[in-house]
C-alpha cells in the first residue's frame, strides 16, 4: 500500500477528481433513455425531476470520490479492481444524469467539490480500515443508494419516462455493486455507522435539491 501512496499518484487522484466534478462525463453503454420522446412537462414538473436528478447526479459524484478513495488505500488486489469496475459504472452514471439535468433546463449542484472532497477523504479511510470494512462500506453505501432511487421514482412526475429509465437502470447497477461487494467478503457495518451515513445523505440531498 504505502508504494502506491505517491506524490504522483495523488497528482492523478485530483485529476480524476477535476474532471469528475468539472468535465463531461462519458459513458460506453447506451443512455437508458435514448429511444424516449421527451415527454410534455409543466414549469413544475420539470423543476420537480431536475432537482432529483440533481440529487442523484451528486450521488454518484460522491461515489466517485468514495471508491476514488477506497481503491486508493485498499490491501488486496482484487478489491481495488472490484472498486475500480464500479467506479467506471459510476461515471456512465454521471453522463446520464448530467444529459437528463440539461434537458430539463436545469444545472448540476455547486455543492459538487464539497461532497467530492468529503466522500474522497472517507473512502479513503474506509480503505485503510480493511478490505472487509472497505467492501462493507461500499456495499452499505449502493444499498443507500439504491433506497434513495426507490424514493425519487415514487416523486417523478407520473409521464417523465426518460428520467424514469436512466434510474431503473442505475438502480439495477448499485444492486449489483452492493451485491460483489458482499460477495468478496464486505462485512455488515455497524449500526452507528450506518446511521451516521444515512444523516449525512439526508443533509447532501436536501441540500442539493436547492442548489
Known amino acids: 500500500m504505502l508504494q502506491k501512496l505517491t506524490l504522483d499518484t495523488f497528482i492523478a487522484e485530483f485529476d480524476k477528481g477535476l474532471r469528475t466534478v ?18 410534455a412537462l409543466t414549469d413544475a414538473e420539470k423543476k420537480q425531476a431536475a432537482a432529483l436528478m440533481r440529487i442523484n447526479h451528486s450521488g454518484e459524484v460522491c461515489a466517485q470520490a468514495l471508491y476514488n478513495g477506497q481503491a486508493l488505500t485498499s490491501r488486496n488486489i482484487q478489491t481495488e479492481a472490484a472498486l475500480r469496475q464500479a467506479s467506471q459504472e459510476e461515471t456512465e452514471h454521471l453522463a446520464w444524469c448530467e444529459k437528463r439535468i440539461e434537458e430539463l433546463g436545469s444545472h448540476k449542484s455547486l455543492l459538487n467539490p464539497v461532497w467530492y472532497a468529503g466522500s474522497f477523504a472517507l ?3 474506509a480503505g485503510a480500515l480493511g ?3 472497505n467492501l462493507g462500506f461500499l456495499a452499505e453505501t449502493e444499498m443507500q443508494v439504491g433506497k434513495h432511487i426507490e424514493n425519487h421514482l415514487s416523486r417523478l412526475p407520473g409521464q417523465d419516462a426518460k428520467s ?20 468478496h467478503g464486505g462485512a455488515q457495518l455497524p449500526l452507528p455507522v450506518r ?4 444523516l449525512s445523505s439526508k443533509v447532501m440531498t436536501k441540500t442539493t435539491y436547492w442548489i
Do not use: Y
Not at 468539472?22 to 415527454?39: G, K, N, Q
Not at 429509465?165 to 455493486?177: I, P
Not at 446511521?195 to 444515512?198: G, H, I, Y
Open 195 to 198: 446511521l451516521a451515513m444515512k
Open 22 to 39: 468539472f468535465s463531461t462525463a462519458h459513458t460506453v453503454r447506451p443512455h437508458p433513455d435514448h429511444d424516449l420522446a421527451e415527454p
Open 123 to 125: 473512502g479513503a479511510l
Open 131 to 133: 478490505d472487509k470494512w
Open 164 to 183: 424514469r429509465a436512466v434510474l431503473e437502470q442505475m438502480k439495477v447497477d448499485e444492486a449489483k455493486h452492493a451485491a460483489t461487494a458482499i460477495q
